[in-house]
Nanobody, 117 residues
Framework: QVQLVESGGGLVQAGGSLRVSCAAS????????MGWFRQAPGKEREFVAA????????NYADSVKGRFTISRDNAKNTVYLQMNSLKPEDTAVYYC??????????WGQGTQVTVSS
């Protein structure tokens, strides 16, 4: 069992930056690929970014490449998503999960990110 808790969401103006965090507890965090997803109102949950267990491999959705950076600190059982040059279309609830698909086993409760124009 893995428990995930996101934090760091909020309201930011377009062009601004925000970093969201996901703290994990339970089974060995460092063995999991970790992913970030988001879900906007009326839309399906979509993949944003993922990072391998050792941080070597990172994948991004085309819509966030060059603007978002995923990282992890296994000593702190935490994965981060640094979001720069935010756009109104980035507004969504952001979730972390133990995997890189929407079929991942464990999910956090989500944190709201709102980008104003």
């Amino acid at each position: 069992q893995v428990q995930l808790v996101e934090s760091g969401g909020g309201l930011v103006q377009a062009g601004g930056s925000l970093r969201v965090s996901c703290a994990a507890s339970g089974r060995t965090f460092s063995s999991y690929t970790m992913g970030w997803f988001r879900q906007a109102p009326g839309k399906e949950r979509e993949f944003v970014a993922a990072i391998s267990w050792n941080g070597v491999v990172r994948n991004y959705a085309d819509s966030v490449k060059g603007r978002f950076t995923i990282s992890r600190d296994n000593a702190k059982n935490t994965v981060y998503l640094q979001m720069n040059s935010l756009k109104p279309e980035d507004t969504a609830v952001y979730y972390c999960a133990t995997g890189m698909t929407t079929r991942s086993d464990y999910w956090g409760q989500g944190t709201q990110v709102t980008v104003s124009s």
